[in-house]
């Protein structure tokens, strides 16, 4: 049975959402017109077409859903794992190997969010907002910690702003060469990410 579900219930709703990235990944951002794109959420997660019409009149719409839910997992979701009363090392450690694993998990979203971001600063300045707060949050959090390391004199950092800008540079490169398949494990991408970030960036010694 179809089942009903309110225009604003569907655009948080995980299955739905789930279902448009693989869409997504599978046919890119305009390799679907959103008749089509509507017809197999509805087909592959039981949901009411008309009220997926109505909550997701256009593509834009759509991927800016799947773009809010995923940042709003990645962002939320570092900020209630930290434990700001350990050593920054391991604060960093941490919120790296998290991000590998929300990353590769959202990695379709972080690529429409790539393609998304100019098009609603153009035309809805809102919702540009709304992801450009949560991204300035996150990156607030990031340059703390490496602010904090600074200070404890564990990171040989002295401009933490441009320190938070490679290390966010970084975080992005995970989208352009990761192949699962090729025999590098997500634990272990995480531990060459720590690396990386810790060592190379932040100049921590070994």
Known sequence: MTAFHSPRALRA?????????????????????????????????????????????????????????????RVNGQLAADLPHL??????????????????????????????????????PARHRDLSSLTRVYREHIRGIIADGAAAGVFAVSEPDRATDDVLETFDSLLHWYDPEAGLSLDDLGA??????????LGCPR
């Open 13 to 73: 709703t995980a299955p739905v959402l789930d279902c448009a990235a693989r869409l997504f990944a599978r046919h890119g951002s305009h390799g679907l017109p959103m008749s089509e794109l509507t017809r197999h959420i509805a087909a592959g997660t039981g949901t009411d077409a008309a009220s997926l019409r109505e909550a997701f009149p256009t593509r834009l719409d759509l991927a800016y859903a799947v773009v809010l839910r995923a940042t709003r997992e």
């Open 87 to 124: 050593p920054a090392l391991d604060r960093m450690a941490a919120l790296v190997r998290r991000h590998v694993e929300t990353g590769w998990r959202h990695r379709t979203a972080a690529a429409l969010a790539h393609e998304l971001l100019p098009a609603l600063r153009a035309v809805h």
């Open 192 to 201: 060459v990410y720590v690396d990386l970030v810790v060592h190379h960036h």
